[in-house]
């Protein structure tokens, strides 16, 4: 049974940092493709940043890039959002998906397991 854990939301002030984390357990291949989602209140869900655990190729959507970095810790099967700049626009619940496909898959469609999301707030 395919689990995936979020930690790390909470409330910050714009320009601010959050970091968040998403633990998988019981897929049985290291190799995989882990994104971030968003979905922000009265707003369809989106992606946000996406690696493939295989070799390290990450995709970012245009608004957060220089801002998000993405990254996987191996050894504990964490894929990490370190998230700074923080900008009021970023607050929505955030989720994170396991998706088994070889690359950084952008689509929602493709991704079959979903975390419980955690709620990130970014306050003016």
């Known amino acids: 049974q395919v689990q995936l854990v979020e930690s790390g939301g909470g409330s910050v002030q714009a320009g601010g940092s959050l970091r968040l984390s998403c633990v998988v357990s019981?897929?049985?291949?290291?190799?995989?493709?882990m994104g971030w989602f968003r979905q922000a209140p009265g707003k369809e869900r989106e992606v946000v940043a996406v690696?493939?655990?295989?070799?390290?190729?990450?995709y970012y959507a245009d608004s957060v890039k220089g801002r998000f970095t993405i990254s996987q810790d191996k050894a504990k099967n964490t894929v990490t959002l370190q998230m700074n700049n923080l900008k009021p626009e970023d607050t929505a619940m955030y989720y994170c998906?396991?998706?088994?496909?070889?690359?950084?898959?952008?689509?929602?469609?493709?991704?079959?397991?979903w975390g419980q999301g955690t709620q990130v707030t970014v306050s003016s």
């Open positions: 998906a396991l998706a088994d496909r070889w690359y950084p898959s952008p689509f929602i469609s493709e991704h079959n397991y």
């Open positions: 019981g897929y049985t291949d290291s190799r995989y493709c």
């Open positions: 690696i493939y655990t295989g070799d390290g190729s990450t």
